[in-house]
């Protein structure tokens, strides 16, 4: 009996310390799955990051395109109406010049009104002047 029960206490410590190995076992594997599974994850949310960056950046490139493509635009329609701007100061001129001649050879005008046709042409000879700096400027733009 004695030997029997030796056996029998004997097995218990083995089939006893196995299970507890087996149950480690099992648990260690878990551990390592849900280890790896973290690192997945944590892998996702960095790709997930970085794909959202590159859209932010994106967004911004396309942001600033198109805030240049306005700036341009306005430069642009600013030559335009300094060009305008200029012609018609210069068909001005040319029909207060005319009608100076014309009044002269009449001799309808006064001194007085040759001389404030002569301001305005001054008046609107400055203007160009002051018009094509202007122009200059914006065409360095």
């Known amino acids: 009996m004695k030997l029997f029960f030796r056996a029998m206490v004997f097995g218990v410590f083995l089939s006893g310390s196995t299970l507890y190995a087996q149950e480690t076992v099992t648990a260690e594997v878990e551990t390592i799955i849900t ?4 690192e997945e994850q944590k892998e996702r949310l960095k790709e997930i990051e ?16 198109e805030k240049i493509a306005r700036k341009e635009q306005k ?5 335009a109406a300094k060009n305008s701007t200029i012609a018609k100061t210069e068909n001005k001129i040319v029909k207060l010049k005319s009608k ?10 006064s ?13 609107a000879n400055e203007l160009i002047i002051k018009n094509k700096a202007k122009l200059a400027k914006l065409l360095k733009k």
């Open 100 to 109: 100076l001649l014309k009044g002269q050879s009449k001799g309808t005008l």
């Open 111 to 123: 001194p007085v009104a040759v001389a404030k046709i002569n301001s305005k042409i001054a008046k």
């Open 35 to 38: 280890e790896q599974e973290a």
């Open 50 to 65: 970085a794909e959202a960056e590159r859209a932010k950046k994106e967004a911004k490139e396309v942001k600033n395109a």
């Open 75 to 79: 430069i642009k329609n600013l030559i």
